[in-house]
């Protein structure tokens, strides 16, 4: 372990809540040295799915040896097991809800723990506060060199969620808005990789809800103001968005609304 | 001292505020090595009870060496006393106007010190913004191992808030919601020890205003979506919760909202 | 350098967003000892001019070596340049777009680069986040030692923005609201040393929309609540607040409404 571990926080308790001062308090009361980044705490109460797509975004960015505690957890208190899981660019844990389906899209996990050691917990276990009576002490111990075989039984499937990806037949995408960003971007669910062969140029329309563009660009700022433009993403996704401007309210759209590639 | 001492931060400034990075930089300036936690910045403003409530809540479950530093501070300017106060549990520095109030309502403080020495202040202290040029400063300087009893003299007493708790009569206990949390739960006054006695099931009715629901569970995942339960949450404090949505906004409900337990 | 350089960040993501943790671990897995710091998010998406009084108020509060990091980018992916300015306070990463122009009046610049060696860079670079792709691995080879000079060519000559000042003609001063904080507290253009010759007393009158208060105090307090006062900030600038209260809401007025003080 280094010197100073990094654990992550991605949960759904709202920005500045205390619950997420109360699971820091418990990590850094058991091992003082851990860096604690914030990933957020912002994700939509119970939207796991959404806490998914967060995390892949983002965790794999981090160094490999960081710890990843995630809780989205409708189920606490539930027979919902809590996992331990390491992937070659880090290590998770969460409830297994489908919060790592979207990591586990792209690699076979190292390694699954079902997490049932009680040695690990808080004395006192909240049934509704797992996030601070489970996952913060465990990750604590984790991160002072604990062996992660030590926390329990191997975790035999991890829990996938649906994907709706978008589709390709012929010269059309049928896509989704997923997310909408603080500028107001409308994020799809069309990769790079299905653009590959669509050309960019004037021959492509690309339409959401009743309002259409032309041409997928790469990057907003070359089209005048208040123009609607389509541009691949810092996430290899298309994205559309109204330069210098909020497209979701501008577009009266939101997540869900179809968007359609035609050339 | 440890190596990296922990300073946390509680304020009303708002979330992202820059008077909260104006504190940081302080302290950093002062010693850089400290470790920095926000505790939460969104206490609604100059809610000194509030601010009480989550010190109580958080704080104690840090490493009992931490400095907690806490501004809401409606006074900021006039003659209220800033004060050092050590407990068992941590160390706090705060305008001596009630937010320590819940906390020290569980044992005597340590060492009570009344803040005046201006050589551990800014050069310049601004009347409005004692946080950064009188807090922040002696936060940092206690971190780097400063004794307190050079802050000040003695204090002698610390100002009390006055607490509404539930009433507990016959088969009837009276309280209200005290705090909504992000997933719109209402926590109420009503603590675990006044319910020792109460038959947890179809005997006891739980009223939040003309809102009816039966039985204390102990987790809210083991009713229906939808359905209005009641639970001893993770601070021992009874709560109405609706699962899988939000209470405070189904109920129509907010705080101050009595709630009854008749059994 | 110091055993852990600290980095701080200003962006207009919004609190919480994922954008600013892809950003941290980023910098992270490259230089693992960052001690990272929020300044804040909530720039107002795109405000150039925000993010200057911002970047001003707060990072020259902080250790001389620290790294700051400002993404409030418009022009994101044009022809816009990145730029690492040092300050005798601080050294500086951003696009050159205005975000340091409020600093700059301050004290010339020790050194510029235009930010252009890719080596440091991301190895592919989104041309919509060059926040994530640019500024975050160029301020974490910095943090570990780089020398700036090896980041590009020398850099002649900052962008400036336009600031409005308030103006002073015999017995008046004529501004504007410039920001508005989370008390709802209104912060003014006119700054303690347009004030000096200015009586404090019944005989000047404070002037916002078409309400008036007169006397310039030294705290909110001293006043009753409820009450609209005048008081010279923390900041070196007049506001105005009403005790107790959100003189925003209570006033009706915005960033750019006008404030005269006569006498």
């Given at each position: 372990?280094?010197?100073?571990?990094?654990?992550?926080?991605?949960?759904?308790?709202?920005?500045?809540?205390?619950?997420?001062?109360?699971?820091?308090?418990?990590?850094?009361?058991?091992?003082?040295d851990?860096r604690?980044?914030?990933?957020?705490?912002?994700?939509?109460?119970?939207?796991?799915q959404?806490?998914?797509?967060?995390l892949?975004?983002?965790?794999?960015?981090f160094?490999t040896?960081?710890?990843?505690?995630?809780?989205?957890?409708?189920?606490?208190?539930?027979?919902?097991?809590?996992?331990?899981?390491?992937?070659?660019?880090?290590?998770?844990?969460?409830?297994?809800?489908?919060?790592?389906?979207?990591?586990?899209?792209?690699?076979?996990?190292?390694?699954?723990?079902?997490?049932?050691?009680?040695?690990?917990?808080?004395e006192?276990?909240?049934?509704?506060?797992?996030?601070?009576?489970?996952?913060?002490?465990?990750?604590?111990h984790?991160?002072?060199?604990?062996?992660?075989?030590?926390?329990?039984?191997?975790?035999?499937?991890?829990?996938?969620?649906?994907?709706?990806?978008?589709d390709?037949?012929?010269?059309r995408?049928?896509?989704?808005?997923?997310?909408?960003?603080?500028?107001?971007?409308?994020?799809?669910?069309?990769?790079?990789?299905?653009l590959?062969?669509?050309?960019?140029?004037?021959?492509?329309?690309?339409?959401?809800?009743?309002?259409?563009?032309?041409?997928?660009?790469?990057?907003?700022?070359?089209?005048?103001?208040?123009?609607?433009?389509?541009?691949?993403?810092?996430?290899?996704?298309?994205?559309?968005?109204?330069?210098?401007?909020?497209?979701?309210?501008?577009?009266?759209?939101?997540?869900?609304?179809?968007?359609?590639?035609?050339?």
């Amino acid at each position: 372990m280094p010197n100073q571990p990094i654990i992550t926080l991605t949960t759904d308790f709202g920005p500045s809540s205390p619950y997420v001062a109360a699971m820091k308090g418990v990590i850094l009361s058991i091992n003082p040295d851990v860096r604690l980044v914030d990933i957020t705490h912002a994700i939509t109460p119970q939207q796991v799915q959404e806490g998914a797509l967060i995390l892949a975004e983002t965790t794999p960015l981090f160094p490999t040896d960081a710890i990843h505690v995630a809780v989205v957890d409708p189920g606490v208190g539930t027979d919902r097991a809590i996992v331990y899981v390491e992937f070659a660019w880090g290590r998770y844990l969460c409830p297994d809800n489908g919060l790592l389906s979207r990591l586990a899209e792209r690699a076979k996990p190292l390694m699954m723990v079902t997490v049932t050691r009680e040695r690990f917990f808080r004395e006192q276990v909240a049934p509704t506060f797992h996030g601070r009576d489970v996952m913060a002490p465990v990750a604590a111990h984790l991160s002072l060199g604990l062996d992660p075989a030590e926390l329990g039984p191997l975790h035999k499937t991890l829990k996938q969620l649906d994907w709706r990806g978008a589709d390709k037949v012929a010269n059309r995408i049928s896509g989704e808005i997923v997310a909408v960003d603080s500028f107001g971007n409308l994020v799809t669910n069309i990769t790079r990789a299905m653009l590959a062969d669509v050309p960019t140029d004037e021959t492509v329309a690309i339409r959401c809800d009743d309002h259409e563009t032309r041409n997928i660009f790469t990057t907003y700022a070359e089209q005048p103001p208040l123009t609607l433009v389509a541009v691949i993403g810092s996430n290899d996704q298309l994205e559309l968005a109204i330069v210098n401007d909020n497209a979701k309210i501008m577009l009266g759209v939101e997540v869900g609304t179809p968007v359609e590639v035609v050339w």
